[in-house]
């Protein structure tokens, strides 16, 4: 199994920056594509952003491009997602997952990806 650990959320003013880590420990070979979520309270969880773990070009959520970007370090095993110019609508539960094939068309999907962190909060104050 692969096991995903988040950090780097936490509080800041609109108009700042956040950088967003995902540790991944255990069978990584198994990870072809990583991706970030986020879940705000009453609404249901969204894409956020996703990469291949050989590179390629990423993928986002029309509401975060041009402000978010997600970048990986095959070597450390880690996925990062660096928030710029952030939004009081950015405020969320974010999440790192895995998934352990080619995603295509489905890597804005949450429920294809395989393996899943416990979240990182981050809360942007107007």
């Known amino acids: 199994q692969v096991q995903l650990v988040e950090s780097g959320g936490g509080l800041v003013q609109a108009g700042g920056s956040l950088r967003l880590s995902c540790a991944a420990s255990g069978r990584t070979f198994l990870i072809y594509v990583m991706g970030w979520f986020r879940q705000a309270p009453g609404k249901e969880r969204e894409f956020v952003a996703a990469i291949n773990w050989s590179g390629g070009i990423p993928k986002y959520a029309d509401s975060v491009k041009g402000r978010f970007t997600i970048s990986r370090d095959n070597a450390e095993n880690m996925v990062y997602l660096q928030m710029n110019s952030l939004k009081s609508e950015d405020t969320a539960v974010y999440y790192c997952?895995?998934?352990?094939?080619?995603?295509?068309?489905?890597?804005?999907?949450?429920?294809?990806?395989?393996?899943w962190g416990q979240g990182t909060q981050v809360t942007v104050s107007s």
């Open positions: 997952a895995a998934a352990r094939r080619y995603l295509g068309s489905n890597t804005y999907y949450g429920s294809w990806y395989d393996f």
